[in-house]
Nanobody, 124 residues
Framework: QVQLVESGGGLVQAGGSLRLSCAAS????????MGWFRQAPGKEREFVAA????????NYADSVKGRFTISKDNAKNTMYLQMNSLKPEDTAVYYC?????????????????WGQGTQVTVSS
């Protein structure tokens, strides 16, 4: 089992920045990769960014490429999402997730463990 706890959400004006953190505990040695997803009211959960735990290979959704940066600190078992130039359409609950197998990093069903989510609200 892997436990994930997100933090760092909040209210920010358009153009501002936030950094989300995801602290992992438990059997983290079994983790192949981690990712961030988000879900806005009335919409499906969508992929934001992913990173492989060992090699640090990153991938991003087109909508956040160039604005968001995913990173990790293996010593702290923590993943981050630095969000810059935020837009009102970035408003959503952001979830971190971990997957054991290689899988499709952009598909929610490929992930085995999920955090509880943290709210990000961007005002215009």
């Amino acid at each position: 089992q892997v436990q994930l706890v997100e933090s760092g959400g909040g209210l920010v004006q358009a153009g501002g920045s936030l950094r989300l953190s995801c602290a992992a505990s438990g059997r983290t040695v079994s983790t192949y990769g981690m990712g961030w997803f988000r879900q806005a009211p009335g919409k499906e959960r969508e992929f934001v960014a992913a990173i492989t735990w060992s090699a640090g290979i990153t991938n991003y959704a087109d909508s956040v490429k160039g604005r968001f940066t995913i990173s990790k600190d293996n010593a702290k078992n923590t993943m981050y999402l630095q969000m810059n130039s935020l837009k009102p359409e970035d408003t959503a609950v952001y979830y971190c997730a971990a997957r054991i197998l290689r899988g499709n990093f952009y598909t929610a069903s490929a992930y085995d463990y999920w955090g509880q989510g943290t709210q990000v609200t961007v005002s215009s």
